[in-house]
């Protein structure tokens, strides 16, 4: 199928036009008197054919808004567009369609899908759109407006099957923790469905994200286990590292001078200390008794 590309459609000043509409209307007025006084029929064809020149004149008129186009179609086939705004004139046997260039929102539904580890999320999502060539928009698709709805949700669907919902490794991209990147990913997706119908995408952002009821207690309590268990980890490996150093700068000073047993007693206080919860009671040794 061929593609239909906007470009500029046949058009002149409406208010040029207008003292020609106004000469053929007196013109008309004064055949009708005319005939009506004489009581000549033959002068009716002379009325009629004023009467045909005055409707096309008058059929030719037309007001284009800011931000809007206004589609020429001549006798079924595509005849340009004219998107500046003002009164015009252009062939009488042209009809014209309307359509809105100015930005719109679309809020989709909450959606219910998988995600990449196959779990049932809710998505939502908000895309902000435009048309930039209208006899794409008009001719390419059924109903554009439709279409981007429907694109639109596909591509919202195609993008939580790509994505988990939370990402176990920090290198990895999720859903919840990468923003910027997941509107980048949708953007990209929505803009490539809607290409065909000359729509620009100008954002696309998640609006709505959550997992599906009938899991989102049994998640919420994994989410609180899979955090305890990285900030046990982050301490555990600050711990050591404290321990590490402590040792080696008793060491190094020449501070008092430890065995491998002496050694692992104080790591294991200094971690137990380092890494318990509640605070640790210290235990002075003031010497050893000998008897």
């Known amino acids: 199928m061929e593609s239909i590309r906007e470009y500029p459609g046949w058009k002149v000043s409406g208010y040029a036009v207008v003292p020609l509409f106004l000469a053929v209307l007196v013109g008309a007025g004064w055949l009708v008197v005319d005939m009506v006084s004489r009581q000549n029929p033959v002068l009716l064809w002379r009325v009629l ?3 045909v020149v005055l409707y096309g004149l008058g059929a030719g008129f037309f007001v284009v808004q800011p931000n809007e186009a206004k589609v020429l179609v001549r006798l079924g086939r595509y005849a340009g567009s004219v998107r500046q705004d003002g009164f015009w004139w252009t062939n009488p046997l042209c009809t014209r369609r309307h359509v809105s260039l100015r930005i719109h929102n679309l809020n989709s539904q909450h959606l219910k899908v998988n ?3 196959g779990n049932p999320i809710e998505i939502a999502a908000v895309v902000v759109w435009r048309v930039v060539d209208s006899a794409k928009a008009l001719f390419d698709v059924e109903h554009y407006v439709e279409f981007i709805n429907i694109q639109c949700e596909t591509a919202i669907r195609a993008l939580a099957s790509q994505f988990a919902y939370d990402a176990h490794d920090e ?3 999720s859903l919840r923790g990468s923003p910027n990147e997941v509107s980048e990913t949708l953007k990209a997706q929505v803009q490539a469905r809607l290409e065909i119908a000359g729509v620009e995408v100008s954002e696309a952002r998640l609006s709505h994200l959550a997992y599906a009821p009938e899991i989102a207690q049994v998640m919420l309590r994994r989410q609180a286990a899979e955090a305890i268990v990285a900030a046990r980890q982050k301490i555990v490996e600050g711990a050591v590292g404290m ?7 008793l060491s190094k000073q020449n501070i008092v001078t430890l065995d491998e047993d002496k050694k692992a007693a104080m790591t294991n206080n200094l971690l137990v200390a380092l890494v318990s919860e509640h605070e640790a009671t210290p235990v002075i040794n003031t010497g050893t008794l000998y008897t």
Request: charged share 20%.
């Open 171 to 173: 290198n990895k991209s």
């Open 49 to 51: 054919s004023a009467g």
């Open 115 to 117: 995600d990449l580890s």
């Open 243 to 249: 321990v590490e150093s402590a040792l080696n700068m």
